[in-house]
Each structure stands twice: as C-alpha cells, then as structure tokens.
C-alpha cells in the first residue's frame, strides 16, 4: 500500500470548513483513498472512501486530485465535536483487509 | 446492535502476569483484528483472523496468542507481560470483503504493565 503524509496538526474555528490535506504521491492505479478518525480514547471511525471521483456523505467530503497524488478531507461547518486526529489510508484492492496507520492530523476546532 | 465491544476497559499488570483481552462482535464479520496504540502514533496490527478456525500475524506479533472459536468472539492474550506491552488495544471487525470493506473498532482496553 503507497505511503500518505499529512501535516502532524491543524487548527480550524468552530463553524468554518475544515479542510485537511494529505499526500498520496506513490498511489497506485488500484488503490483507494480512505479516511478514518480518532477522538480522543476512542477506537477510530471511518469517515469516507474514494477511488479518483470526488466523493460526499453525511459527514465530510473527499477531493481527489486528478493525477491522485493528493486528496482532501472537508468537514463544511466544523464542531468543536470534530477534534481528533484524522488518517489518511491508501489501501489497494489485492491488500488484506487490516489498515496501515500513519500519525495522522490532529485537527483542533476552536470555540 | 452492540458492534464490538471489549473487556476490561482498564487494566493494571505486574511484569510476568498473564491475562486475556476479550472482544466480541454481534455483526457476523468474518474478519477481526486486534491493533495496538502506542502514546503519539498510530495503531499497529497485532493478530488477525479472517475466520473462525483461522489466525495469522501482524505486524507486531510477539508476546501475543489469539484464537478464534467462534465468528463473534476474538480473545488477545498476553503470555507473560512486560512493560512494553503497556498501551491501548483495539479490537476491528470488518464488513464486507476487499477494498471496501469497512472497520469497526471497539472502545479499547487501556493496558498497564507495572
């Protein structure tokens, strides 16, 4: 699985889009982009999934480059409930089902 | 649905002492994992199974023994503890197969080896 590098932290104020980049310049053709995120002692959530399209649920949206090299996670109108610390994951189709963690964002919302 | 929920939520070890991590599913994953989480990093795979009857490695294995009975049930247990193994672990099952397939943790077990 190709390796992502986000920025170690990021600060956003409450009501404000958060948008938290991440690097994904090895990503092969088969290979998605997933985000997961962690609130403080608790087991991580999963956000969102994507391939090369633009994707959007109820919780965020992901913008993908179109070479792929890059994407990026929107939170529209932040929370002070959104703090945690948010990976970025690059999984192919032939890896085993288990998630490579990096170090993730620590995205702090500001009241 | 309860998901996947894990026992104890806290606990203290002394150096050498054996116990069991449990976690248990109400989903029917097949597949279940068990992470460790580090103070500042992220999580690292232990042991996984993709099915009753069936375990395999991960990435930091040592220290460690599963096995898998049943489809809802997935014990860690540590052989004989050591203060590197004080950390939080979670327990995931997993929906679906392939790429898509989507993780759900359990709470943690917040552990400490004294």
Not at chain 2, 63 to 87: H, I, K, M
Request: net charge neutral.
């Amino acid at each position: 699985d190709a390796k992502t590098t986000q920025p170690p932290s990021m600060d956003c104020a409450e009501g404000r889009a958060a948008n938290l980049p991440c690097n994904h310049s090895t990503i092969s053709g088969n290979e998605y982009v997933y985000w997961y995120r962690q609130i403080h002692s608790q087991g991580p959530q999963y956000i969102i999934h994507g391939l090369k399209n633009n994707e959007t649920n109820e919780m965020a949206s992901l913008i993908i480059t179109e070479d792929r090299k890059s994407s990026t996670l929107i939170l529209p109108h932040a929370t002070l409930r959104d703090t945690a610390v948010y990976y970025c994951i690059v999984r192919g189709s032939g890896s085993a089902r288990q998630l490579t963690f990096g170090s993730g964002t620590q995205l702090t919302v500001l009241p | 649905n309860a998901g996947v929920t894990q026992t104890p939520k806290f606990q203290v070890l002394k150096t050498g002492q054996s116990m069991t991590l449990q976690c248990a599913q109400d989903m029917n994953h097949e597949y279940m994992s068990w992470y460790r989480q580090d103070p500042g990093m992220g999580l690292r795979l232990i042991h996984y199974s993709v099915g009753a009857g069936i375990t395999d490695q991960g990435e930091v294995p040592n220290g460690y023994n599963v096995s898998r009975s049943t489809t809802e049930d997935f014990p860690l247990r540590l052989l004989s503890a050591a203060p590197s193994q004080t950390s939080v672990y979670f327990c995931a099952s997993i929906s679906g197969t392939g790429v898509l397939s989507e993780q759900f943790f359990g709470p943690g077990t917040r552990l400490t080896v004294l």
